[in-house]
């Protein structure tokens, strides 16, 4: 009888622990997914704003055509890349716009008239601001991702890895050459 028990015990432990595991990876795995939508929802803010800084910029600078077709085509590729889930397009798209959005700025500078309207200082300022919560937000999904990952492959989580169909996931990264200085030339 205390045999019958003992097992009982172990058994219910070990379901527990079963349920506890399957439990701790598909809510850090949520967590991943969450932190990555973070992402998206910044990339699109910037995108929606883009707009209005061209707009505005425009009017100053009608004849730098090649910057805002640039411009339009790099805020396309982020709405496109955020609507899906490839991690690398993501940021390839995030830094062809970002460097579309250097070139930009370097427009703006050669028109001192534009540097001192209210529209586009507070545009810049709005850029800036969202830029600082992308940087936050590829921080927070790549943390989520080293916990994730953290967890799939070290014991005993490791072992309801199948069972919860969860895997480790590819890390938020700057595509190559994203961290050299963009060259602006007029």
Not at 74 to 99: C, T
């Amino acid at each position: 009888m205390t045999g019958l028990i003992i097992g009982g015990v172990i058994v219910l432990a070990l379901i527990a622990f079963g349920v506890t595991g399957f439990n701790k990876l598909r809510t850090t795995d949520v967590g991943a997914q969450e932190a990555l939508g973070g992402i998206d929802v910044q990339l699109t803010r910037r995108a929606d704003l883009i707009p209005n800084l061209v707009d505005t910029v425009k009017g100053y600078a009608a004849h730098e055509r090649e910057v805002f077709e640039e411009i339009t085509k790099a805020r396309s590729q982020v709405q496109a890349a955020a609507a899906g889930s490839d991690v690398p397009a993501k940021a390839a798209a995030d830094a062809a716009l970002q460097g579309a959005l250097v070139r930009l700025n370097a427009v703006a500078e050669a028109y001192p008239d534009l540097k001192a309207n209210t529209n586009f200082l507070d545009l810049q300022k709005q850029l800036a601001d969202t830029e600082n919560q992308i940087s936050f937000a590829r921080q927070y999904y790549n943390d989520a991702v080293a916990k994730l990952n953290t967890l799939c492959r070290t014991i005993p989580w490791l072992f309801f890895t199948g069972i919860a169909g969860v895997h480790a996931r590819e890390f938020y990264e700057a595509p190559a050459g994203s961290t050299e200085v963009p060259r602006v030339e007029f």
